[in-house]
């Protein structure tokens, strides 16, 4: 006697948390390969924008200019993903940008009596959506009679870059309590939200998934025409 045909449960998505820094999301019946690829997407392909070119015009400080700017890079800025464009397939084709593919950041400051901290609340960006997500972080110290004078450039990248323009501080899948389930949990460093990062993340998992489909689809076609 046959045995009846398998029947394969729908899969189906469960939201378990979301804040403003993390999200929490239950897949069940979903392969947790594919759970892992879209943790893997959020961490390495996902882009935000970062500080990539730093001008400086003045700095008496005792921080170089190459360390000045690589702590330029590391503060994250809000991120549209909507507006902005990866510089590559911008339109503008320089090597300068345009408002589609790069935000122009400026500071400075002066210390005058007394030694202070220069912080990332002194950026001022020509772009009011772009700004640092804290005005708190620390970029250097000035004692008195030191200034520091520079213009920044913000461009989109992503994590398998620099770790400048990965937008999750951190990103796990772990078993769900019955079996074939998986969560998925992300924490951002805000500069886009938690839901943000998965839905970009997903929609690259399925632009991947239908260009290899294509190509399987073609390589049999020319198989079948190498045949004929």
């Known amino acids: 006697m046959n045995k009846p045909p398998k029947v394969l449960n729908s899969p189906s998505v469960e939201l378990l948390e ?3 820094e993390r999200i929490s999301v239950k897949f069940k019946n979903v392969p947790r390969e594919y759970v ?3 943790r893997r997407l959020a961490i390495s392909e996902v882009p935000t924008l970062a500080i990539d070119d730093v001008v400086m015009i003045d700095n008496s400080s005792v921080v170089h200019d ?12 809000r991120t549209d993903l909507k507006r902005f464009v990866m ?9 300068l940008g345009c408002s589609k593919c790069r935000v122009l950041l400026v500071l400075d400051s002066e210390a005058t009596e007394r030694t202070r901290i220069v912080t990332s609340g002194e950026l001022k960006s020509e772009d009011e ?8 972080i620390p970029i ?18 992503n994590g398998k870059s620099h770790a400048k323009w990965q ?8 078993d769900g309590e019955n079996e074939n389930e998986s969560i998925l949990i992300i924490e951002t460093n805000l500069a886009l939200k938690p839901d943000e990062v998965i839905l970009a993340a997903s929609d690259m998992l399925s632009a991947k998934i239908k260009n290899f489909s294509h190509t399987i689809h073609d390589l049999g076609v020319q198989r079948g025409g190498k045949g004929a």
């Open 167 to 174: 937008p999750t501080s951190s990103a796990v899948v772990k």
């Open 129 to 136: 959506e772009v700004k640092p997500v804290s005005n708190e």
């Open 66 to 77: 190459e360390a000045v700017a690589h702590r330029l890079g590391m503060i994250p800025l």
């Open 36 to 38: 892992n690829a879209l």
């Open 140 to 157: 250097l110290t000035l004692a008195p009679g030191q200034k520091v004078k520079f213009e920044a450039y913000a461009r989109l990248g």
């Open 18 to 20: 979301k804040g403003d």
């Open 87 to 95: 510089p590559h397939d911008c339109d503008c084709k320089s090597t």
